[in-house]
């Protein structure tokens, strides 16, 4: 099993940042691609930005300019620095990750709300 913790959401208001940060844990597994995905109400879950395990990038075209993916194999953990935000970026934040164990098995963390104010 593989535990992810979020942590850095909050309110902000329009053409401020924010950072998220998730972190995964479990023994025995190879961590491959980390991300976020993003929810608001009312509509489906959407893609933010993956990164691989050899820090290869995908950013959705919205947050593309603004947003910036990394992560620190070392540690497991992925971040999100998030600049220029909009209202319309205003959703819960999903990390996720792949991991491998015999198998390929997605985690999802808990979630993270971001809200932006105009």
């Known amino acids: 099993q593989v535990q992810l913790v979020e942590s850095g959401g909050g309110l902000v208001q329009a053409g401020g940042s924010l950072r998220l940060s998730c972190a995964a844990s479990?023994?025995?597994?190879?961590?491959?691609?980390m991300g976020w995905y993003r929810q608001a109400p009312g509509k489906q879950r959407e893609l933010v930005a993956t990164?691989?395990?050899?820090?290869?990038?995908n950013y959705a075209d919205s947050v593309k300019g603004r947003f910036t993916i990394s992560r620190d194999n070392a540690k497991n953990t992925v971040y999100l620095q998030m600049n220029s935000l909009k209202p319309e970026d205003t959703a819960v934040y999903y990390c996720?990750?792949?991991?491998?164990?015999?198998?390929?098995?997605?985690?999802w963390g808990q979630g993270t709300q971001v809200t932006v104010s105009s």
């Open positions: 990164i691989t395990s050899g820090r290869t990038t």
């Open positions: 996720y990750c792949n991991a491998y164990k015999a198998t390929y098995i997605t985690y």
């Open positions: 479990g023994s025995g597994f190879s961590i491959n691609a």
